[in-house]
């Protein structure tokens, strides 16, 4: 079945960075566009990166833009996201997804704090 496993998140002080992995399995990671959501407790999930099935073209919510970048591996069915100039609003739970019809991930948890 489609699976998604996050990991990297953690505790970063505001202006740092933290480069966070999300394994795909179970479809055909390669023929996938990939997104990477965050959701803070009490507030809906939402989109900040996605990246087409190449990894050529990107596309970022106003909240990231110039400070996440997205990248992917197809050859090891993983999505990448670099996070820089972290900022205390970034802190989330932050799961990869296809879209929103594919169950979740546990997501990864990342804490942007001095």
């Known amino acids: 079945q489609v699976q998604f496993v996050e990991s990297g998140g953690g505790l970063a002080q505001p202006g740092g960075s933290l480069r966070l992995s999300c394994v795909a399995s179970?479809?055909?990671?390669?023929?996938?566009?990939m997104r990477w959501f965050r959701q803070v407790p009490g507030k809906e999930r939402e989109m900040g990166a996605s990246?087409?099935?190449?990894?050529?073209?990107?596309d970022y919510a106003d909240s990231v833009n110039r400070r996440f970048i997205i990248t992917r591996d197809n050859s090891v069915n993983t999505v990448y996201l670099q996070m820089n100039n972290l900022k205390p609003e970034d802190t989330a739970v932050y799961y990869c997804?296809?879209?929103?019809?594919?169950?979740w991930g546990r997501g990864t948890q990342v804490i942007v704090s001095s």
């Open positions: 990246i087409s099935r190449t990894g050529l073209g990107t």
């Open positions: 179970g479809f055909t990671f390669s023929q996938s566009q």
């Open positions: 997804n296809t879209g929103w019809d594919n169950p």
